[in-house]
């Protein structure tokens, strides 16, 4: 191992000064070969967060954490997607696109992340799973993507170790909201497999890193300009996170509603945002029309055939596909549920959605401290979306606790976040803007 001494690195940084590449890879090399600890690495990401990186920085950022790991190409037979989100609030979005992608005959190989300061993480969704593995090698991964149609995979030893080592410690210590820390992470796993088009879902709101659509779209653009500086096509929606998106916000809960959603029993806009981004998919690779893209992805839902890829791709990283039939057999269930039944009337008008996610990081859904175990078997429902009316005595959701005094807690957080007024307003819209990005 070599060791460097990080300290002059840091003090750039802190120094509002530009680090060199060379710098930059010796500072990730460093922390992810454990020749330095997480106290000098926080204190370089919160000298990032505050004084930013330049567009140079960033790239230099993004190749070493890609170059920290091998770099994967696939010999799919199949166009080859993929899509990520950079966080939000009951944004089940992934678990719904990767089999149904694969389902319209596209392949998805995406590497995916852990829950995220108040966000949550489809890999903590995919494991409350007994027995499914995200820790794919390389030959896994390639293997199933050719068998399956998909697969939803961790970074590893092997694939951008560096961002599994800086993703965990800036959940740990509030460095996340960063427009180039968070471009640097997600675009690394995107640019260490090889693809033929990268879907982003940037989200805007109170539930997302980014609370304005402004600056979400600063961060597509980020994302987007690493993707076409590396050769890559990109396409970026902005996407409303000013609510949660699904009505669950938790882990196993959430695999019990992917399982409605790709089983064509539950509609709304999480619905509606993966059949958009699977639509988009299709455009691209496969020349079909808007609407041919739209009816066919809504076609795979309501027949079936998605719900069928999910039982394989969990089958096949370990998992019980039973959970596809009747998930409550398999899943791990809280021991106390409480109702949330509305002791006010009105239409629900705005949503503190960072909020309800640390609600639900208080239930024990997400870490406090890197490392941290999560439960997989609390969380939240909560039905209601912004303009829907709510009547006095309604039952409105669910509060999934591990004991009766966390369960009382989360739901007056819960009751915190939620504004309801006497007047109807617009729901928000689902998708404020595409950008895209060619090579
Ligand atoms: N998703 C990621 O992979 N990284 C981030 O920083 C945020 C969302």
Redesign the pocket.
């Known amino acids: 191992m070599t060791v460097i001494d990080p300290r002059p690195i840091i003090a750039a940084k802190r120094d509002g000064q530009s680090l060199s590449a060379d710098e930059m890879k010796a500072f990730v090399d460093g922390y992810t070969g454990g020749s330095f600890a997480d106290a000098p690495a926080a204190a370089f990401l919160m000298a990032c967060l505050l004084n930013g990186l330049d567009d140079a920085e960033t790239l230099a950022l993004t190749r070493a954490m890609v170059e920290s790991g091998d770099t994967v190409h696939l010999a799919s037979t199949r166009p080859l997607v993929d899509k990520?989100?950079?966080?939000g609030v009951a944004d089940g979005v992934t678990l719904i696109f990767a089999p149904l992608a694969a389902a319209l005959g596209l392949s998805v190989a995406k590497l995916?992340?852990r829950g995220?300061g108040h966000?949550g993480g489809t890999l903590d969704k995919l494991e409350s799973i007994p027995g499914l593995r995200t820790d794919l090698s390389v030959e896994e991964l390639a293997r199933q993507v050719e068998t399956v149609g998909c697969a939803v995979a961790a970074q590893s030893d092997s694939l951008v170790p560096a961002?599994r080592a800086l993703?965990a410690l800036?959940d740990a210590t509030a460095t996340?909201p960063s427009i180039p820390?968070?471009a640097a992470?997600?675009m690394s796993?995107k640019l260490a497999v090889a693809t033929d088009l990268i879907l982003l879902d940037v989200k805007a709101g109170s539930g997302a890193?980014m609370k304005s659509s402004a600056q979400a779209v600063e961060l597509a653009q980020t994302c987007l300009s690493l993707a076409v500086g590396w050769g890559r096509s990109a396409l970026a929606a902005v996407t409303d996170m000013s609510q949660p998106l699904g009505d669950a916000i938790g882990n196993a809960i959430d695999i019990a509603e992917t399982v409605e959603v790709l089983g064509g029993r539950r509609g709304g806009r999480l619905r509606d945002l993966a059949v958009t981004f699977a639509a988009r998919g299709l455009e691209s690779l496969n020349g079909a029309s808007h609407d041919e893209a739209v009816a066919r992805a809504e076609a795979a839902l309501d027949d079936g055939s998605a719900l069928e890829r999910f039982a394989l791709m969990i089958q096949a990283q370990g998992g019980d596909p039973r959970v596809t039939q009747d998930p409550w057999a398999v899943l791990p269930r809280a021991p106390i549920v409480r109702p949330l039944v509305s002791d006010r009337a009105g239409f629900l008008v705005a949503v503190a959605a960072e909020d309800l996610g640390l609600a639900a990081v208080a239930l024990g859904a997400g870490r406090i401290r890197k490392g941290d175990p999560i439960d997989p078997a609390v969380g939240i429902w909560l039905r209601p979306k912004i303009g829907d009316p709510i009547e006095a005595g309604m039952l409105i959701g669910e509060v999934h606790a591990r004991s009766d005094a966390a369960a009382l807690e989360a739901e007056a957080s819960i009751w915190r976040t939620l504004t309801v007024g006497p007047e109807p307003v617009e729901p928000p819209p689902l998708v404020y803007t595409w950008l895209g990005g060619q090579p």
Request: hydrophobic fraction near 35%; charge should be positive; proline fraction near 0%.
């Open positions: 990520h989100s950079t966080g995916s992340g995220l966000t961002d993703y800036r996340v820390l968070i992470s997600v796993k890193f």
